[in-house]
Structures are given as structure tokens and as C-alpha cells.
């Protein structure tokens, strides 16, 4: 499918594959087409979590300061339900992995294919917000630098919407967007989660 995706010209390649190697001249034509290219290894964690059962992932603490406490119930209900548990044994066949998609990732980045950045939150375990920075750190976990992850979710993701004139730099000109943190993401991706200050639109959001 992401063949068929690359041959019919798409703008960007989602998820790309979680169980296959995609072969590097595949990656080579994305680059020379200038196709992006959007991992998403938050969800293939997710839902390798709930083929096991965990639920880990709701006890991070960015996920309990930020994720309404009514949608952190919910989705425990749902998981240990019927229907969960049914879903969860869909997944197991399906045979997701994580570090397949890790290592599709670092290829692209290796062979020089446009990086965005992306989550499919909604799904089961897989909260906006968060779900971006545990992108991130999936993202460095797999070996591509902290730098390169952070420019695909900020100057790369706006690009590829045709908002780079105005949003993913500190510049003027710019919308004033901007997470202040406590710490160096340079040096520690987890240091995304360090939030001291949210800017919008030039305004100082109070984050309670």
C-alpha cells in the first residue's frame, strides 16, 4: 500500500508499515518526489499495549495532569470490558511492532525523506497532547537526533500544510506559538514535557 501510495503521487505516506522492512528505493522515490513521511510510532505502542493489557500508558504523568479525568476512566472501562478485550485480541493477530516502525523510521531519516510528525490521537491510549511528546521521545529512542524530531513536529508539520510562512519558527513575522520549557530538549527529548510557560498567539495561557 504505501507502493501504491508513492505511485499515485500522495503528498505524504501515514503510519507507514509497523510488520515490513520498506525497501529504500521506495524511500528514494519518496525524496525524490518529495513525499513526506509520518511515522506515527505512538499508535503501534498504544495498541501493542492494549493487545497486551497494559495500561501504562494512562498512569504518565503528562497524561494525569492534562487528560480529563472522566475521559481517563472511560477508556479503563473500555479496556477491561467486553469490547476491549475483544479488540485486544484483534490487535495480537495483527501482529503490530513497534521497533519495525522504529527502524522504517531511522531508514527514511538516513536516506533523507521529509520527516512529519504526527500521532493519530483518538485512538485508545493515544491523548492530544501528549501523545505528541511521546512521539517525540519514540522518535530518539529509535535513533534519529533529538533535533531532527523536533524540527518535524514544528517547521516540517507546518510545511507540509502550507503554513510555513507563518508558523513552525521563533521569528518575526511568525505566529507566537511557543512552549517554554525547564530544560533542553536538545539534550533530553523527555524535557518537551518540562512545560513552564504556554504562549498563544502571543498570549500567556494559565495552564490550569
Given at each position: ?66 487528560v480529563p479525568y472522566a475521559l481517563l476512566q472511560s477508556t479503563k472501562q473500555f479496556l477491561q470490558s467486553t469490547e476491549g478485550r475483544k479488540m485486544a485480541g484483534a490487535l495480537k493477530e495483527r501482529d503490530i ?30 491523548f492530544h497532547g501528549p501523545a505528541i511528546h511521546r512521539e517525540l521521545q519514540l522518535w530518539v529512542s529509535a535513533g534519529v537526533p533529538a533535533p531532527i524530531a523536533l524540527q518535524a513536529a514544528t517547521y516540517n ?52
Amino acid at each position: 500500500d504505501v507502493a501504491d501510495a508513492v505511485a499515485a503521487g500522495a503528498n505524504g505516506i501515514e503510519h507507514g508499515s509497523f510488520r515490513d522492512t520498506i525497501p529504500d528505493d521506495l524511500f528514494l522515490r519518496m525524496r525524490s518526489q518529495n513525499i513526506s513521511y509520518d511515522p506515527t510510532l505512538v499508535v503501534a505502542e498504544a495498541l501493542s499495549a492494549m493487545a497486551s493489557g497494559s495500561l501504562e500508558p494512562l498512569e504518565r504523568p503528562l497524561v494525569q495532569q492534562v487528560v480529563p479525568y472522566a475521559l481517563l476512566q472511560s477508556t479503563k472501562q473500555f479496556l477491561q470490558s467486553t469490547e476491549g478485550r475483544k479488540m485486544a485480541g484483534a490487535l495480537k493477530e495483527r501482529d503490530i511492532k513497534l521497533e519495525q516502525g522504529g527502524r522504517n523510521l531511522l531508514r527514511a531519516y538516513q536516506l533523507g525523506v521529509q520527516l512529519v510528525t504526527g500521532t493519530d490521537s483518538g485512538n485508545p491510549l493515544v491523548f492530544h497532547g501528549p501523545a505528541i511528546h511521546r512521539e517525540l521521545q519514540l522518535w530518539v529512542s529509535a535513533g534519529v537526533p533529538a533535533p531532527i524530531a523536533l524540527q518535524a513536529a514544528t517547521y516540517n508539520s507546518a510545511s507540509i500544510l502550507r503554513h510555513h510562512d507563518r508558523k513552525g519558527l521563533v521569528k518575526p513575522g511568525y505566529d507566537a506559538n511557543l512552549l517554554i520549557l525547564d530544560g533542553n530538549p536538545l539534550k533530553d527529548i523527555k524535557g518537551t514535557e518540562n512545560i513552564s510557560q504556554i504562549i498563544l498567539h502571543g498570549e500567556r495561557i494559565r495552564r490550569a
